[in-house]
């Protein structure tokens, strides 16, 4: 069974991105504070689990709002916000309404657009990843969805030592979860805790 | 200078108490699983940061409605909701809009009523503790008070792995803290991080 995980930076106020995320600022307002472990901030534990968050990953699934970077109208042509060598080098399922043609960046990464729900994405995303697991990119309504149907086994969180204040809580609206800390990486930056969903 | 510190229990989506609270159930509907590592699911680590909590403190600071155990009016003739020997042995200093006279309990415990605002009641905490420390006891708001007017140096947070989905959020509404987690001990049933308060 291929394994679903999601790993994902939250504030530890429970943001998962600030207020006003647009394209310009995807993660809204103080939200690449969520990320500052991977890079100067975090030790060398840190970035070898920054690192991690790919690996092994055969596929991923994310929201429209996380692909669009905020709820505005979607441009035809817009190719996400990571430039032409997204970091997945997957490929990654898009939820959306809207039908479109799947679209190949640099670097192995293929977006596809999955108008037919959370279930139908994730069997697309099964069928791509074979052996390899699943993640759950984010953004936090689209990781809220897979929680509250029971689809994901691996909830790894990152939890940076920031309040935001507003913005997109994680946790919100995702029933009564049964949750087991299975590795917990500490460091001045961030703490790193794994959870088992039952 | 007195160390001002804060150890509470929090769920993992951000919740100190879940809703509805009462005298009869003052943690509000499922709070009681915010504190199940203190018993049975704990480990020996857990319990002795369990008894720590109370360890080395001078003086209580806490809340009306966490006195009161919950926002009902209060009966003057009320004594908190630990009984006769509450688990505090130390002065508590309980924030209140009404005068009373002290309280003495068994087992060391006196609870005093403070009606002049925070900064009246942790100078009174101090006078109290001497050497050792003021513990703000809670509940959220008193702690978001205390954290807002940056008063509190050391939160020490025990994340619990379960989900209220409802309640008193902890950190809500506390400004922008410039927060390290400076120690961390994990176990299958809580995560317990300590984080300055800079």
Same mark, same amino acid.
């Given at each position: 069974m291929t394994l679903v995980t999601c790993q994902i930076g939250v504030s530890l106020d429970g943001f998962a991105a600030g207020a006003d995320q647009t394209p310009d600022e995807p993660l809204g307002t103080g939200g690449e504070r969520l990320? +500052?472990? *991977? $890079? /100067?901030?975090?030790?060398? #534990? !840190?970035? +070898? %689990? #920054?690192?991690?968050?790919? +690996?092994?990953? /055969?596929? $991923?699934? *994310? /929201?429209?709002? *996380? $692909? #669009?970077?905020? +709820?505005g109208p979607l441009d035809p042509d817009w190719k996400g916000w990571w430039g032409d060598d997204p970091p997945y080098h997957a490929p990654v399922y898009v939820l959306t309404h809207h039908e479109r043609e799947p679209l190949p960046m640099e670097g192995g990464t293929t977006f596809y657009f999955v108008s037919g729900g959370i279930e139908d994405a994730l069997e697309q995303a099964r069928d791509a990843a074979g052996d390899k697991r699943v993640d759950i990119a984010g953004g936090a309504s689209t990781v809220q969805q897979? &929680?509250? #149907? /029971? &689809?994901?086994? !691996? &909830?790894? &969180?990152?939890?940076?030592?920031? %309040?935001?204040?507003a913005g997109e809580r994680l946790l919100d609206d995702v029933g009564d979860l049964a949750l087991e800390p299975i590795e917990v990486v500490a460091s001045p930056a961030v703490t790193h805790i794994r959870y088992r969903v039952g």
């Open positions: 990320h +500052e472990w *991977m $890079f /100067g901030k975090g030790t060398e #534990a !840190d970035r +070898e %689990i #920054a690192t991690s968050i790919t +690996e092994g990953v /055969g596929a $991923f699934i *994310m /929201g429209r709002k *996380m $692909f #669009a970077g905020g +709820e897979y &929680l509250r #149907a /029971g &689809l994901i086994d !691996d &909830l790894y &969180l990152h939890i940076a030592p920031v %309040i935001l204040g």
